[in-house]
């Protein structure tokens, strides 16, 4: 809904024409992190290096196109470093590369880093999001550690056909947002690395358009393209 228009040169849909944003469900940040035998210990001490050395340090992600490959083009723009980028098919790959050493770092969500960074096996710098997570409470955002605009984030939400009555997403919109604010939901959104999204209606749609223009711009910077 927010990359792939960009993504690829043709859809069969137009996400913006075709669909109507209703009710944002959760947000899944990704973990900037670095193998635990690697000197860094923050942020700043990986850029400084990275700016020492451009095209040194090996970036892995999931896949081209996909959120951590996005997540660490955008903070490659925005800390001015260049990375080697190194694209796996999935993320279990990569992270099997980045504990092997083969690679140097990777932005991936908590459900792939978070058992490795508990076990000490990889060292979390960041986290992507707009707040700190519960199970890192010790790990800055990337915001704190002095990259404001670097945040990035994979969203769930729900969208209805642009023909759907009003009155059936104005329903939907609100029994989930009632849904969202239930403990039980919170705790298990908080499992998969998640926080719970309560945006609705036209506070939804003005964000999935701020995601657009930013992963459009990031997109093309990156020439990234799964045509």
């Not at 043709?10 to 000197?39: E, H, M, Y």
């Not at 490795?116 to 707009?130: D, I, P």
């Not at 705790?187 to 926080?195: D, I």
């Amino acid at each position: 809904m927010a990359s792939n228009q960009f993504l690829y040169k043709s859809l069969r849909f137009d996400p913006a024409k075709d669909f109507v944003a209703a009710q944002a469900l959760v947000s899944i940040p990704n973990l900037l992190v670095v193998n635990s035998k690697l000197p860094y210990q923050s942020v700043k001490d990986l850029v400084a290096y990275a700016k020492a050395h451009p095209d040194k340090l090996a970036v892995s992600s999931a896949g081209n196109g996909t959120g951590s490959h996005l997540a660490a083009e955008l903070f490659q723009t925005l800390a001015g470093v260049k990375l080697v980028h190194v694209p796996y098919k999935g993320s279990a790959p990569s992270i099997n590369d980045l504990l092997a050493g083969q690679v140097d770092l990777t932005f991936d969500y908590p459900v792939s880093t978070l058992a490795q960074v508990q076990a000490g096996k990889l060292r979390a710098l960041a986290v992507t999001g707009v707040s700190r997570l519960p199970a890192l409470p010790q790990v800055p955002t990337i915001a704190e550690a002095g990259y404001p605009g670097a945040e990035s984030t994979s969203w769930i939400g729900l969208f209805f056909p642009t023909r759907t009555p009003a009155a059936v997403v104005a329903k939907w919109e609100a029994d989930v947002s009632r849904m969202l604010k239930e403990p039980a939901t919170v705790e298990a959104l908080q499992k998969m690395g998640g926080v719970p999204l309560p945006l609705s209606g036209e506070a939804f749609r003005t964000f999935v358009q701020n995601e657009r223009t930013k992963w459009k711009a990031t997109i093309e910077r990156a020439g990234a393209t799964l045509d």
